[in-house]
């Protein structure tokens, strides 16, 4: 459950933090919680996005602001599976009940909860916004009534306006089409070519820059790309394209590398086994030799709809976090050295240079466990790091000074407009109690059961 305002997020981050540091112990500031906090009660709750968060009574969501205040009572007719509505550019998607279960229709609300007619009568689907930008299905005749159909996607801004050059016609299609969220970095998302089911990149006006060409794509960030295509042998592999479209760095790579950030992307060195994680600089050249296990997807782009958590749950909710490799923040990254060492988690340089050795289990917030059952998560609109363990969760800065103190048997998430959620066992009664904090660690807002 993981929103834009990125830079304000980051430069408010990043003051607050310092100033908290003066407070600080060496194990972070301890999470306090005043006894007049706000109080929402809810079924579900997500996470804030543009200032607010959803929240569900009785099957019906509703939003409330960073300070728990009630902006949109739960009224909404919103059907999202274990995930959960929220907003962009000042509105949000609600998908409502169709004519079976597997047909939602869709409509956009603002703000105060009321429906913007910016969708045409023949709309059937639409993607969240993603700056100013939102991709909409249209059909010549209603789904249920044709096997095949003609199909119409194309992209509108907040006004619903159609963006010129966007449209694409499928003729005669069998099945509804899957709509391709937006999802905008350095000014690019990756978009798809629906007839040839290839991906290309779109700008803010939703024409392809960069023609549909690949299998797979990943976000832009620092100029590069990383895409999936074919080699002379046949066999599919990852490279980079730079801003034009040129292949930056050949195709050689088995698995998606991670996205560039301080000059750094992250690959997996297929030579070795059990597969190791190194870093690529800008040129393709090993710029920090293979140090930590492999351990899953390794971009931020198309991470799955977090999961809403359930008020008043005995066990962990296990939305979906990024595996390793994190990528690097103020020209530092987290790594292991399980061969080396297998008792440090180590902050490295640009070069692979140890910076600092956070020593487990000696340092308590680390824990008890070796470094590779540890699950490191960041988000692009803050500057901190959660470390994910089963004995808790630990906030954390780029160098891996302690912000927050461990949440012993509960977790923490990243921060979003100021506020990250956190749930805590109850030992007595044998719950999570959930809440969130601002950057303080200070208690704002209480979610609670409906009484």
């Given at each position: 459950m993981f929103c834009a305002k990125i830079l304000r997020s980051f430069s408010?981050?990043?003051?607050?933090?310092?100033?908290?540091?003066?407070?600080?112990t060496a194990q972070g500031t301890a999470i306090s919680l005043p006894p007049n906090m706000p109080t929402v009660r809810a079924q579900y709750v997500g996470e804030f996005h543009d200032g607010l968060c959803a929240f569900s009574l009785d099957s019906r969501w509703g939003f409330f602001d960073i300070d728990g205040q009630i902006v949109i009572p739960p009224v909404l007719d919103h059907v999202a599976g274990n995930g959960y509505p929220s907003f962009h550019d000042g509105l949000c998607l609600i998908r409502t009940p169709g004519l079976t279960s597997t047909d939602p229709r869709v409509r956009f609300v603002d703000t105060r909860g009321s429906t913007v007619p910016i969708l045409g009568p023949r709309v059937i689907d639409a993607t969240q916004f993603s700056q100013g930008l939102a991709f909409v299905l249209?059909?010549?005749?209603?789904?249920?009534?044709?096997?095949?159909?003609?199909?119409?996607?194309?992209?509108?801004?907040?006004?619903?306006?159609?963006?010129?050059?966007?449209?694409?016609?499928?003729?005669?299609?069998t099945g509804r089409p899957?709509?391709?969220?937006?999802?905008?970095?350095?000014?690019?998302?990756?978009a798809q070519d629906y007839k040839t089911h290839l991906f290309g990149y779109i700008d803010t006006t939703g024409v392809f820059v960069i023609q549909p060409s690949y299998v797979e794509a990943g976000i832009y960030s620092e100029h590069f790309a990383a895409v999936r295509s074919a080699v002379s042998s046949g066999e599919l592999r990852?490279?980079?394209?730079?801003?034009?479209?040129?292949?930056?760095?050949?195709?050689?790579?088995?698995?998606?590398?991670?996205h560039f950030s301080s000059g750094r992307a992250g690959f997996v060195f297929d030579a070795a086994e059990p597969h190791m994680i190194g870093y690529l600089d800008t040129l393709g050249e090993v710029a920090i030799y293979p140090r930590n296990s492999f351990n899953g997807s390794m971009d931020l782009a198309g991470q799955p709809t977090a999961r809403a958590w359930k008020v008043g749950s005995s066990v962990i909710d296990d939305s979906p976090i990024l595996a390793h490799p994190v990528p690097f923040m103020n020209r530092q990254v987290f790594a292991f050295n399980p061969v080396a060492d297998p008792n440090d988690l180590l902050v490295l340089n640009t070069t692979g240079g140890v910076v600092r050795r956070l020593r487990n289990p000696t340092t308590a917030w680390v824990g008890d466990l070796r470094p590779w059952q540890i699950i490191i998560q960041t988000a692009l609109d803050d500057s901190l790091h959660v470390i994910h363990h089963e004995k808790g969760n630990t906030l954390v800065t780029y160098n891996g000074t302690p912000v927050i103190a461990r949440v012993n048997q509960g977790c923490i998430r990243t921060f979003r407009s100021g506020r990250a959620f956190v749930a805590q066992y109850d030992e007595g009664a044998l719950v999570y109690r959930t809440f969130f904090i601002d950057l303080s660690g200070?208690?704002?807002?209480?979610?609670?059961?409906?009484?």
């Open positions: 408010v981050a990043l003051m607050l933090i310092s100033i908290t540091f003066v407070k600080m249209e059909v010549d005749e209603p789904a249920h009534s044709a096997d095949h159909a003609v199909y119409h996607i194309y992209a509108i801004n907040t006004k619903g306006v159609e963006l010129s050059g966007s449209r694409q016609t499928l003729s005669n299609h899957v709509l391709h969220q937006p999802l905008f970095h350095d000014g690019l998302s990756v990852w490279g980079f394209i730079d801003r034009s479209g040129r292949m930056a760095i050949e195709p050689r790579y088995e698995h998606q590398p991670g200070t208690g704002r807002i209480e979610i609670k059961r409906p009484d």
